[in-house]
């Protein structure tokens, strides 16, 4: 009895903190609006004071990276830079030449898509954090980060920089990335808003997307993070949307992001975004910037100042955008004298570098418990892949980084080995020697990006097919003399990419083929792949024992995927994503359009991800939400009550292995009958659930009800043989529904009626 007592108890707690949370939540937004109410006031006092021109200088680029400040009254330009990944270095004003300082190293970040694999809040804050005093300390205003567009299909040249398939789940993360940033003075930039999803013909591609699929997928992490997490400013994006190119969209800047959301902070064009001064001028656009370097004749620069003493548009328009432009700088305390200060490269921003791509690993498969690997039973290793000894940070278009220092997986191995064991390495394969050329004459990418709809699927490029066959010859060679062989490929920034999109998910430089004859020698060869995207498996996939999913991990990503390959870390990565076993098996290749000319219909609606496979059937490689742990975890004692238009739901998690680990606790919402508040264990509903799916099978000409959203998650770290009462509380009507408690997707393991 005292121990179900003390159970309630702890349910108890938890909500009343979750409520608290809430609370506190509502206060800090009337405390802004009220401190808005007092910036808009002297924001307008000031913009009184300034000339037409002064304003136009303050609402386009005066050079690639800043705006013109009025030096007479004390306004400064506002500087910014690239940032998804850490801050870009720094260019000359007017040419899109590094300077070459070495003073602009930073610290490299892991990707957004491995913040995302961690499911940690605190850690997205932390990383956060780390990027905003780093701006700070590099002199930067506005930080353009984080890229929070869906992964609408693994094609997407720019997925690496955006989160997830799933808007609650890139809000959740996202939300505390924009506060970590901008505790430092910092204004962080979300971009890019709305339904950028693809780069081939970024710059006119006119999306078409049914409302309700932009008001439950597309736009939700926009407002979370705009209207909620406060970020000071949005990106608009390339594309049309529905007509309309987005950097002046009357829909997207006025009606949704002013009138709807009452968003009052800076909107800023991307790079060459803007191709329409009227349009522009009479939207909610606050700031054009672009690649050229002819300043003054941008939309918003010379002709707008000449429509505007025409009288074909009045300077009412441009007092606005000034308004909101000075209410940032006074955010940021750039006008008082009273703003924060930052640096970079510290041996905290790498810490926390490490403990983000830790927690990103995603291991994916491990048959026979293979992993980890312990390092005294060999002392010879063989590391055979490209990928093993390369470096990502200089790469991926405008996500590129000048890095301190990157540690390669590699490097990561031999140090945590420590000189006791022999370490060995070939490559493999090598990549397309044209591209690495091209690469090389390259003098002006942004500009080049730009060109012909600005993107383009990527083409199948070929290099010495004798060449490739010797190094997989040397490989499979070398392998079948050694003890312990890892494999270590996938993805670089030639496949992910701002400007390109990829033509299928099939791994580059013939390596399927090299995985496949390597296998067949070493079946206990542990694979690990890098990337932003998914790959195709399928030609090797049911032969590998152990798998492993590294991203883009930062400057400490090789020492991290060494700790969990050797067992001093203990995965906890979880999929932010949908492995499709091939991207037909998408629903933006299968039942809308991806990558055509000029026109793309999003016609799976709500489809996306694994709403999408679980809807239809259809079995991923790996699902949603999936990662495994060297330890195990078990669910127990599920509880659901409903009280006061709110649902608390909870359930009892406990490690029944034998080490310390983390598991994410995900929650799904279903549909449902109501039924009785009973728990209802997964494994029992199978049988009932198969005759339910051959029978909407057989639907034809109906399309199937989503089947499950995640609507919560709660990473919780136990100790062997420890438990923990993992405790949800849901604001919106479950009265009717199930919810599903899992460790992924498709591993539920408590149903609540």
């Not at 070929?462 to 010797?470: G, L, N, P, V, W």
């Not at 990558?595 to 609606?605: P, S």
Request: glycine share 8%; with cysteine; proline share 4%.
């Amino acid at each position: 009895m005292k121990a179900e007592e003390n159970k309630k108890i702890k349910d108890r707690t938890q909500e009343d903190k979750t409520q608290e949370n809430r609370a506190q939540k509502n206060r800090k937004q009337e405390e802004r609006t009220q401190k808005d109410k007092i910036l808009e006031q002297e924001a307008r006092e000031l913009t009184a004071k300034l000339t037409l021109e002064e304003k136009i200088g303050m609402i386009h680029g005066a050079q690639l990276f800043r705006t013109k400040g009025v030096e007479r009254l004390g306004i400064p330009p506002l500087v910014m830079s690239d940032g998804p990944m850490g801050v870009r270095q720094d260019f000359y004003p007017a040419s899109w030449k590094a300077v070459g300082h070495t003073d602009d190293y930073v610290s490299y970040l892991p990707c957004n898509s491995a913040l995302a694999a961690t499911w940690n809040r605190e850690l997205a804050r932390e990383t956060g954090s780390v990027l905003g005093e780093e701006s700070r300390g590099r002199g930067k205003d506005v930080i353009l980060a984080p890229g929070i567009n869906l992964k609408r299909s693994p094609l997407c040249g720019r997925n690496f920089e955006y989160f997830s398939e799933d808007p609650y789940l890139t809000k959740e993360l996202a939300s505390p990335f924009i506060q970590g940033i901008q505790q430092w003075d910092v204004a962080a930039c979300v971009k890019h808003f709305a339904a950028n999803n693809q780069e081939t013909e970024r710059l006119w591609v006119d999306v078409k997307v049914d409302e309700e699929a932009l008001k439950i997928l597309y736009l939700p992490a926009f407002y979370e993070t705009l209207v909620h997490a406060g970020s000071y400013t949005v990106m608009g994006a390339y594309n049309k949307l529905n007509g309309e190119h987005c950097c002046y969209s009357n829909y997207l800047l006025d009606q949704v992001l002013r009138e709807e959301w009452g968003y009052n902070g800076v909107v800023i064009s991307d790079w060459g975004g803007v191709h329409d001064t009227e349009a522009a001028a009479k939207t909610s656009l606050d700031i054009e910037m672009s690649v050229t370097y002819d300043f003054d004749e941008y939309c918003m620069a010379n002709p707008l100042k000449k429509k505007i003493l025409s009288g074909k548009i009045p300077e009412s328009a441009v007092d606005e955008k000034v308004v909101r432009i000075l209410m940032l700088m006074m955010r940021l305390h750039m006008l008082d004298g009273r703003r924060k200060s930052g640096t970079y490269n510290t041996p905290e921003h790498q810490k926390t570098a490490l403990e983000a791509a830790r927690e990103s690993v995603v291991l994916l498969k491990n048959n026979r418990k293979l992993l980890p690997l312990s390092p005294e039973d060999h002392s010879k290793i063989l590391v055979i892949g490209e990928n093993g000894n390369a470096l990502h940070a200089n790469g991926g278009g405008s996500a590129e980084i000048k890095a301190l220092y990157e540690i390669s997986p590699l490097m990561g191995i031999k140090k945590l080995l420590g000189g006791n064991t022999e370490v060995d390495f070939v490559p493999g394969y090598c990549r397309d020697e044209e591209e690495d050329a091209g690469k090389e004459n390259e003098t002006n990418w942004q500009e080049a990006s730009l060109e012909n709809g600005g993107g383009a699927v990527q083409a199948n490029k070929e290099t010495s097919e004798k060449k490739r066959k010797a190094l997989r010859e040397e490989a499979v060679a070398l392998a079948k003399s050694y003890a312990r062989v890892i494999f270590i490929g996938g993805l670089n920034h030639e496949q992910d990419c701002e400007g390109n999109d990829r033509a299928d998910m099939k791994l580059p430089y013939e390596q399927d083929a090299l995985i496949a004859e390597l296998l067949a020698v070493k079946p206990d060869m542990v694979v690990v792949l890098l990337g932003g995207s998914p790959v195709e498996m399928g030609s090797w996939i049911h032969q590998a024992e152990a798998l492993v999913w590294g991203w883009y991990g930062g400057m400490e990503g090789g020492t991290a995927l060494a700790e969990v390959l050797f067992g001093q870390v203990n995965p906890s990565g979880k999929l932010p994503e949908s492995f499709y076993k091939t991207h037909m098996d998408c629903s933006a290749h299968c039942i809308g359009e991806f990558a055509e000319t000029k026109e793309v219909h999003y016609r799976e609606g709500l489809f996306v991800g694994y709403r999408y496979l679980d809807a239809y059937k259809i079995e991923p490689e790996f699902c949603f939400g999936h990662g495994l742990s060297y330890t195990s975890f078990s669910y127990t004692e599920g509880r659901l009550r409903r009280e006061g238009g709110k649902t608390f739901v909870s359930c009892l998690l406990t490690n029944t292995g034998e080490r310390e680990g983390a598991e994410v606790v995900q929650l799904y919402l279903r549909p449902g009958k109501q039924a009785d508040g009973n728990p209802t264990d997964e494994k029992k509903t199978d049988e009932k659930k198969t005759d339910e799916r051959k029978t909407d099978e057989g639907k034809t000409n109906e399309k199937p009800s989503i089947f499950q959203e995640l609507k919560g998650f709660e990473k919780v770290n136990l100790k062997p043989g420890e438990s923990r009462m993992v405790c949800f509380c849901l604001d919106e009507e479950s009265e009717g529904k199930e919810i599903a408690l899992g460790s992924s997707s498709r591993d539920i393991r408590i149903i609540c009626k």
